[in-house]
């Protein structure tokens, strides 16, 4: 005599198979007709909005979401940037909650990608231009990503990054790393490059009462809060701001 739990077995695994099966087929033309322009807003917000074929999936968005984070590695691996983008782009339409997805397609877009467009005999201004727009567009898909995501640290801490590495905008940098300290969680080391990127401003004062009030709130038995460093940092600006 076999079991009920047993014969359903075959039916449970050919029912997600299929599922699986025909979420890929609906997605395909999806896939093919965005690859070559790149995904725009319009389309994304399609994609991934209320009533959208993406939405539809259910329990299967982390499934096509890895699909699509694969093909976009393998698209990678090509320096295919068109393909590259338009995949990024259906990865988080099809699944926006992995934070991985959102961190890591802006590296390629800010780092990667400019890259591929340029050759070593580009001048320094092409070379320049073309940072800048990688830039804005990881800037982009990481403000698109807050959507979901409003209180990720991680999000405002990539974002400062880009702006120290390829924007040069310190300002902006510094304003990204404060709201990344801001945030509940959030790394203790946001706070320091924060007050460290003041300095570099030329606004040490501003520097010194940011330190300070982090320090008030720094655990005393946690060794990743770095106490010490931030003492030492507070004491030399300190004398930085008493010697003008």
């Not at 259910?58 to 393998?74: E, M």
């Not at 997805?101 to 320049?128: H, I, K, S």
């Not at 490059?193 to 982090?214: D, F, K, S, T």
Request: hydrophobic share 50%.
């Amino acid at each position: 005599m076999h079991s009920s739990g047993a014969n359903s077995r075959p039916f449970v695994f050919g029912a997600t198979f299929a599922a699986l099966v025909g979420a890929a087929l609906l997605l395909r033309p999806i896939g093919q007709s965005l690859t070559p322009a790149g995904p725009n807003a319009v389309q994304l917000g399609t994609l991934a909005g209320n009533g959208g074929v993406l939405a539809a999936l259910g329990g299967l968005r982390s499934a096509v979401a890895g699909g699509f984070w694969l093909r976009a590695n393998l698209a990678w691996e090509k320096r295919d940037a068109a393909a590259t983008t338009a995949l990024i782009g259906l990865t988080v339409a099809a699944d926006e909650r992995p934070v991985y997805f959102w961190l890591n397609g802006a590296r390629m877009l800010a780092y990667d990608l400019p890259e591929w467009r340029l050759d070593a005999t580009a001048p320094a201004a092409v070379r320049q231009r073309e940072m800048i727009e990688g830039a804005r567009q990881a800037l982009h898909f990481l403000e698109q990503g807050r959507r979901w995501h409003a209180a990720e640290a991680a999000f405002f801490i990539e974002m400062g990054n880009i702006h120290l590495r390829r924007t040069g905008d310190v300002e902006s940098a510094a304003r990204c790393y404060r709201q990344a300290a801001e945030q509940p969680g959030a790394p203790y080391y946001a706070a320091r490059i924060h007050g460290e990127l003041l300095r570099e401003l030329g606004r040490p004062a501003e520097a010194l009462a940011w330190l300070r009030q982090v320090l008030a709130e720094l655990p005393a038995d946690d060794p990743a809060a770095r106490r010490e460093v931030v003492e030492e940092r507070i004491r030399a600006l300190e004398r930085e701001v008493g010697m003008r």
